[in-house]
């Protein structure tokens, strides 16, 4: 064969190829979105997202306290990493060029990667076992907290860095002092980044399973007080996938769906509406590069 | 000129911050020195031997590892097997084949994989892949592979080899985009310098782009395996959990993650212990990839960026 239509040849079956990885990769994605709602679908009704998991599979059961109290872990999670985030986030970027910021920073992102069963087993030593809170909402959210706090510092970071140096210099120049400039000038102009990065890490411990296993553990009822177990939705569907009763598996299905609902939306919602301006897209991306994509 | 009032201000809020922050962090890290604590009854009582332990019996109390980093790294050496080409196809399909106006939503769409729960991962793979690969793919790899002692046994489809699978498409998201960043900070003018050599496609990618960034696609390999290391739901619900050391694929298995999972709820003593002591090593284990692989995609992504940043 000639040599240029062989090499073209390569060439062809190469760009083919790529191409089908691509494919490939995504038959997986499009595969549990149908088979979640096609399966999941059934299942929902006014009845099934307002009644407790009694776990029997009998008639009127739901999964409404799984649904409480993946908010309700969410919500104190959200409570105490957000602001622990943002507060290292504004440190890193604003004070963080010298050693104490270099370091810090390097153990942030090395906390991003940690597998999350083991930051499941860092609450548990800490809140399960030496607070002896036991298995509860509040040790959940303990965990879900530490992972939420290296994506939102590493957004927050990205995001500030964004912001121009002349602003920083414009509002010295006027004689405000640093810590208003970092306030009303420099957070107020990073805020999308800010913002898209706290949705995220949001839908990222939303769907988190095995620390939750390992600290909030699980109920059956109703329950939201900080100092007892409490359900959620990752792990209803964990108890109940391989369920032989058909009502339980129905249960799980349903839970996947508002699940990867909820997980999607936000990651749809924020590419949509957040990420339009260039800088915003820049930042996610930065950010999900340095946390490898933990999501 | 500062006045004394704002630059005091100015301090207090500095170091506050910075208390809050890295104070936070310090915690964490220290949290590690307590799961050190809580695993020590069963790093005294076993000892390295911990680590070639065959076995795992509540009942006379003896516990090893072995079994479980042997699932671990079977496991993930399935998943790096699978998901490592692909990976590199949509890699080289995103930075340097797609037409320009499908590169973004594209991106997009392959880092919505990751975007997945496992627990639904582990749920889908249970109902879909699970039958899929227990009728067709085992029964297909038996037929030339069987005499080999990996694919010994029955097509079950609850066996190491869909949890590799699953794993494999997890990672898939990870190892792409971070290649697919490397290969776009390749400059232009590397490629460039190919194609005016009369180089196809093809060719300017392996010359150029591919050799050139070698370093940060491997280091995207390693962050990949970092994270089929510690991957714990949908592993814990395909691989059929069985305690023992087998070579054999289609044989269930248990890995560091699933062994965890499987036995908290009523671990309690000496077991109890033991599962912290595994999960500081799989800690330790996932430590050291990152760090590796921090070392390899740091080499060839230099940039931090440029604007910004204090003053």
Redesign the interface.
């Known amino acids: 064969m000639n040599i240029f239509a062989y090499?073209?040849m390569?060439?062809q079956l190469?760009?083919f190829?790529?191409?089908?990885?691509?494919v490939?990769?995504?038959i997986?994605?499009v595969?549990?979105l149908v088979?979640?709602v096609k399966?999941g679908a059934p299942a929902i009704s006014w009845e099934f997202l307002t009644s407790r998991t009694v776990g029997t599979g009998g008639p009127g059961e739901g999964i409404g306290n799984a649904i409480l109290g993946t908010l309700l872990l969410v919500f104190y999670a959200t409570l105490m990493g957000l602001?622990?985030g943002l507060?290292?986030?504004?440190?890193?970027?604003?004070?963080?060029?010298n050693k104490?910021?270099y370091t810090?920073r390097f153990?942030?992102?090395?906390?991003a990667?940690?597998?999350?069963?083991?930051i499941g087993?860092?609450?548990y030593?800490?809140v399960v076992?030496?607070l002896r809170f036991g298995f509860s909402l509040f040790a959940g959210s303990v965990a879900l907290a530490?992972i939420m706090?290296p994506i939102v510092?590493n957004t927050t970071e990205?995001a500030?860095?964004?912001?121009?140096?002349s602003l920083?210099?414009g509002a010295?120049a006027l004689g405000v002092?640093?810590?208003k400039t970092?306030l009303k000038v420099i957070l107020v102009n990073g805020k999308g980044g800010v913002i898209t990065g706290v949705l995220l890490s949001v839908?990222?411990i939303?769907?988190?399973?095995?620390p939750l296993?390992?600290t909030a553990?699980y109920s059956s009822y109703w329950s939201s007080s900080l100092g007892e177990p409490v359900a959620s939705l990752?792990l209803t569907?964990?108890r109940n996938?391989?369920s032989p009763s058909k009502e339980l598996l129905q249960q799980?299905?349903g839970a996947?769906l508002i699940?990867?609902l909820i997980?999607?939306s936000i990651?749809?919602g924020v590419?949509l509406f957040l990420g339009n301006r260039s800088g915003k897209k820049k930042v996610v991306?930065?950010w999900?590069?340095r946390l490898?994509?933990?999501? | 000129m500062?006045s004394w009032r704002?630059?005091g201000?100015?301090k207090?809020?500095?170091y506050g911050?910075?208390a809050?922050?890295?104070s936070?962090?310090v915690l964490?890290?220290g949290?590690?020195l307590?799961?050190v604590?809580?695993a020590s009854p069963s790093i005294d009582r076993f000892g390295l031997g911990f680590f070639i332990g065959m076995q795992w019996n509540p009942n006379t109390e003896i516990f090893g590892a072995l079994p479980f980093i042997f699932g671990t790294l079977l496991t993930s050496g399935i998943a790096i097997l699978i998901g490592v080409?692909?990976?590199?196809?949509?890699a080289?399909?995103?930075s340097?084949?797609a037409p320009p106006w499908v590169r973004q939503p594209?991106s997009?769409?392959?880092?919505?994989?990751?975007?997945?729960?496992?627990?639904?991962?582990?749920?889908?793979a249970?109902?879909?892949?699970r039958p899929f690969i227990a009728q067709s793919v085992e029964p297909f790899f038996m037929s030339f592979l069987g005499w080999t002692p990996l694919f010994q046994g029955n097509a079950v489809g609850l066996d190491k080899f869909t949890a590799g699978v699953i794993l494999a498409?997890m990672i898939?998201?990870?190892i792409?985009?971070?290649s697919k960043?490397t290969m776009r900070a390749v400059p232009d003018s590397q490629r460039e310098a190919a194609l005016s050599l009369g180089a196809?496609?093809?060719?300017t990618?392996r010359i150029a782009v591919l050799s050139y960034a070698r370093s940060g696609i491997f280091g995207?390999c390693i962050?990949g395996l970092?994270?089929a290391?510690?991957?714990?739901?949908a592993v814990t619900?395909t691989i059929g959990n069985a305690n023992s050391i087998s070579w054999s694929l289609l044989d269930p298995g248990q890995t560091m993650?699933s062994l965890?999972?499987n036995n908290?709820?009523e671990a309690q003593g000496l077991q109890l212990s033991a599962l912290?002591e595994i999960?500081l090593v799989?800690?330790i284990v996932?430590?050291i990839v990152?760090?590796f692989?921090?070392l390899m995609v740091g080499r060839i992504?230099r940039a931090v960026?440029a604007?910004?940043?204090?003053?």
Do not use: H, Q
């Open positions: 090499r073209r390569k060439n190469a760009s190829a790529a191409l089908a990885c691509v490939l990769a995504l997986p994605l595969y549990i088979m979640v399966t602001p622990v507060l290292t986030g504004i440190y890193v970027s604003e004070y963080g060029n104490v910021g810090g153990f942030n992102d090395l906390l990667n940690f597998p999350s069963i083991v087993l860092l609450a030593a800490l076992n030496f530490i706090i510092s990205e500030l860095r964004m912001v121009p140096n920083r210099e010295l002092p640093r810590w970092v839908a990222r939303a769907g988190e399973t095995a296993l390992l553990f990752p569907i964990f996938f391989n799980a299905w996947a699940l990867i997980v999607l990651n749809i590419r991306k930065n999900k590069r490898s994509l933990r999501t | 500062f704002s630059s201000a100015d207090f809020f500095e911050v910075m809050i922050g890295l936070t962090l964490v890290w949290l590690v307590m799961m604590n809580d080409p692909l990976s590199i196809g949509i080289v399909y995103l340097e084949l594209l997009f769409v392959v880092e919505l994989l990751a975007a997945v729960p496992s627990v639904i991962y582990g749920l889908w249970m109902y879909a892949l498409i898939i998201p990870t792409a985009s971070v960043e196809t496609r093809y060719e990618t995207a962050l970092g994270r290391l510690g991957e714990t739901m619900m993650s965890i999972a908290w709820g912290i999960g799989l800690f996932a430590l990152n760090l692989a921090r992504m960026p604007t910004g940043g204090g003053l």
